[in-house]
C-alpha cells in the first residue's frame, strides 16, 4: 500500500461525473471514496454538484401547466428588432 497514490481534490472533480453514473472502475472509485473520507470540501462540492443536477432537472421538467396567453410586449418588439431585415 506504500507505493498507492491519492487522489487529490482536482481528480476528485475530473472523476465526478463517472462516480454519479456508477462508470469509475472499482479500485478508483475506492479510492474516491477514500478521498472523500478525510476531505470536508469535497463532500460539500460534491452534495452541491448534486443539488445542481437536482435543480437543472426540475428547471427543466415537463409541465401540464398552460403556457402564457401572451408574451411580454417587450420581449416581442426585442425579438423583432433582432430578426434580419426582410428581403423584397
Avoid at 9 to 32: A, H, K, N, S, V
Avoid at 67 to 77: C, F, V
Wanted: charged share 25%; glycine share 6%.
Amino acid at each position: 500500500m506504500a507505493d498507492q497514490t491519492f487522489i487529490t481534490c482536482r481528480e476528485l472533480i475530473d472523476f465526478l461525473m463517472d462516480y454519479l453514473d456508477g462508470t469509475l472502475p472499482p479500485d478508483r472509485r475506492q479510492e474516491f471514496q477514500r478521498h472523500l473520507g478525510v476531505c470536508p470540501s469535497c463532500i460539500a462540492y460534491l452534495e452541491g454538484y448534486k443539488s445542481t443536477i437536482r435543480l437543472g432537472k426540475s428547471a427543466l421538467a415537463p409541465t401540464d401547466d398552460p403556457a402564457a396567453d401572451k408574451a411580454p410586449e417587450g420581449l416581442l418588439r426585442a425579438i423583432k428588432a433582432a430578426l434580419p431585415p426582410k428581403h423584397l
